[in-house]
């Protein structure tokens, strides 16, 4: 069983940068593939990156290619996800879950083990 906890959300001015975190517990988080996804309200939970389990392959979506960036700790215990250039249409409540390694679509419905979620929120 894998269990995640996400944190590092908050309210921020457009143009900002905030840094999320996502701490796993479980054998599986070491092996498996982890994402972060996102859902605003009166919206479907919408892919945003995801890592594989050293690092070295990671995927985006478009709306946040180049300015977001997912890494691991060398521990590989906490994924980050680095947030820059926040503008409005990235308030959402992000969350982080796992697939298995071989995982290659990005829909949240591969995806298990979600966290809480924190919520991120960009206004001026």
């Known amino acids: 069983q894998v269990q995640l906890v996400e944190s590092g959300g908050g309210l921020v001015h457009p143009g900002d940068s905030l840094r999320l975190s996502c701490a796993g517990a479980?054998?599986?988080?070491?092996?498996?593939?982890v994402g972060w996804f996102r859902q605003a309200p009166g919206n479907e939970r919408e892919f945003v990156a995801r890592?594989?389990?050293?690092?070295?392959?990671?995927m985006y979506a478009d709306s946040v290619k180049g300015r977001f960036t997912i890494s691991r700790d060398k521990v590989g215990n906490t994924v980050y996800l680095q947030m820059n250039r926040l503008n409005a249409e990235d308030t959402a409540v992000y969350y982080c879950?796992?697939?298995?390694?071989?995982?290659?679509?990005?829909?949240?419905?591969?995806?298990?083990?979600w966290g809480q979620g924190t919520q991120v929120t960009v206004s001026s």
């Open positions: 479980g054998r599986a988080f070491y092996t498996d593939l």
């Open positions: 890592i594989n389990w050293d690092g070295t392959s990671t």
């Open positions: 879950a796992t697939a298995p390694y071989y995982t290659t679509s990005p829909m949240a419905d591969h995806y298990a083990n």
